[in-house]
């Protein structure tokens, strides 16, 4: 069964190399072994008109017929594998816009020394899994943050290079569910063989619920020093029955930035739109660092909802 887009594609441009090569084998040795029997040295043989003898110029072979049939047909093999190659080089390099692929099928790819991070549009970030809906087209936007990385999906035939200061596009759309190993294919230093993550395919309402049951704000979303900034994680349904429960429970924030919070938990209230339940912390900066905090919103699910998190960014002036 087919895994991916890409994958259709390179098995069958794969097919159509190998498929000629047998083709041409075939008809090649078959004229050759056939020749050798035929032509073979025999007592009554007797030398070529055309064997080459010193001070004389051979006479024209007049097998002018053979030469345009062999040579036109190297050129229709030629030109075939040619416009197959340049038409998946064309489909590969004409990715999807970011508006033509659904919410959460862009994702920004960064590879690490020694890891791939997985940036949503909606602020999820995940250094391990990157998970996708099925049926869909998936653009990967791929970088690095270091040195020079690979990002290749095994079973899905496509890889790409990771290059800092600069974004490869790689798109494909899934057509199997499951797990699917992402490897890093460019020596990077010494964790280059463990680099690894999972590109986890899910068909698309698990999808859908996995990505928008949590979203985190913080208002404002740029403060100075010691100023302080409201984050709101916001949970909606994610019950496979989708009758629009609303999630209860806690919701912990956290940041590896310099700054404190009026508390780490806050307990979900019910929200106005059905299925919708939000809480508040207070986060205050206490220096600039790198210019910004990543606040991550982790929501460990109740018995109809299930766990997720989220995370944004205030940036700190
Ligand atoms: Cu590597």
Known sequence: MAVSSTQVQFDSLFGLFTYLAIAVSIIVFSLLI???????????????????????????????????????????????????????????????????????CSVLVTGHQFYWNFAYPNGHSDNLVLRVPLGNSIRLNVT??????????????????????????????????????????????????????????????????????????????????????????LLSDSSPSGLGLTPKGNVTFSTPALGYFNTRTCTLMAGTSKGTASCSVLYTPTAAGTGSARITSVYGGDPTQSDSSGNTAILIA
């Not at 051979?58 to 093999?77: M, Y």
């Not at 010494?190 to 698990?206: F, R, S």
Request: with cysteine; glycine share 8%.
């Open 34 to 104: 056939y020749f050798v029997v035929k032509y073979r040295d025999k007592p009554s043989s007797r030398q070529p008109d055309d064997t080459p003898i010193l001070g004389k110029v051979p006479p024209s072979r007049g097998h002018a017929r053979s030469v345009v049939v062999t040579v036109s047909l190297s050129t229709i093999i030629l030109v075939a594998l040619i416009i197959g190659s340049f038409g998946a080089i064309d489909n590969i390099l004409s990715p999807p816009a970011p508006s033509q692929v659904c919410d959460g």
């Open 144 to 233: 690095s943050a270091d040195v020079f990385h690979d990002f290749g999906i095994i079973g899905l035939d496509i890889k790409t290079d990771a290059i800092p200061g600069r974004t490869n596009v790689m798109w494909f759309t899934t057509y199997k569910a499951g797990n699917f190993t992402i490897q890093c294919f460019e020596l990077c230093g010494i964790g280059h063989a463990t680099m690894k993550g999972i590109l986890n395919v899910v068909d698309e309402t698990t999808f859908q619920q996995w990505y928008t049951h949590t979203r985190i704000t913080c208002s404002p979303s740029s403060v100075a020093v010691n100023q302080t900034s409201q984050c709101t994680a």
